[in-house]
């Protein structure tokens, strides 16, 4: 049983760690080429690269734990009928 999680483990981590170290890259090149002339537009970019390093993280942890989402869809009549009580 060790054997097979290694083989799963491994190459994740090592995408996760290597996808990070990609995004500081790019983090580390737009901080010397746009940063100095637009903050705003530097923060924008930057934001959305760390957005997706958490998403990475989120989805490893969910795959890990086995979690699935479901989403269930409510009628409108019966949202109208809860609002009015």
Not at 67 to 84: D, Y
């Amino acid at each position: 049983m060790a054997i097979p999680l290694v083989l799963v483990v491994l190459p994740l981590g090592l995408l996760f760690l290597l996808s990070g170290l990609i995004v500081n890259a790019v983090q580390a090149v737009l901080f010397l080429s746009i940063r100095p002339l637009s903050k705003s537009l530097y923060r924008r970019i930057n934001r959305f690269l760390a957005e997706l390093l958490w998403l990475q993280l989120i989805w490893l942890v969910d795959w890990w734990a086995g979690v699935k989402v479901i989403r269930n869809k409510v009628e409108q009549s019966k949202i109208s009928f809860f609002a009015l009580r």
